[in-house]
C-alpha cells in the first residue's frame, strides 16, 4: 500500500501564496506521476497540476503562471507553490500518485482564499 500525507493548506488573502507538500511512504517502488488535483462542492475533481518522473509538468489554464509543482525523488515528495491565490482557487486540495497503473489519493488539505 501506498500512503500520502499533505500538508500546507490554510487561510489565505486574494493575492497572497502557500505551498503544499506531500509525502508518500510505503509500498513505492516506481512512480510515474505525482500531480494535485482539486474539488469544491458539487463539482467534480479536477486536476491542478502533473509532474512525471522524468518531471514533464502539466498545468491547468486556470493555473498557467500562478502555480509551480515540483518533486523532491530521494524523499518521495511533491510540492505546490501557489502564488497569486484568487478566490476561485478556494478548494480541497488532494494529492495523487501513479503507480503501476494505480492511483493513490491523500486525504486533501483545504485552501480558502479570502477577496
Known amino acids: 500500500q501506498v500512503q500520502l500525507v499533505e500538508s500546507g493548506g490554510g487561510l489565505v488573502q486574494a493575492g497572497g501564496s502557500l505551498r503544499l507538500s506531500c509525502a508518500a511512504s510505503?509500498?513505492?517502488?516506481?512512480?510515474?506521476?505525482m500531480g494535485w488535483y482539486r474539488q469544491t462542492p458539487g463539482k467534480q475533481r479536477e486536476l491542478v497540476a502533473t509532474?512525471?518522473?522524468?518531471?514533464?509538468?502539466n498545468y491547468s489554464d486556470s493555473v498557467k503562471g500562478r502555480f509551480t509543482i515540483s518533486r523532491d525523488n530521494a524523499k518521495n515528495t511533491v510540492y505546490l507553490q501557489m502564488n497569486s491565490l484568487k478566490p476561485e482557487d478556494t478548494a480541497v486540495y488532494y494529492c495523487?500518485?501513479?503507480?503501476?497503473?494505480?492511483?493513490?489519493w491523500g486525504q486533501g488539505t483545504q485552501v480558502t482564499v479570502s477577496s
Open positions: 509532474i512525471t518522473r522524468g518531471e514533464t509538468t
Open positions: 510505503g509500498s513505492i517502488f516506481s512512480i510515474t506521476a
Open positions: 495523487n500518485l501513479g503507480q503501476f497503473l494505480t492511483n493513490y
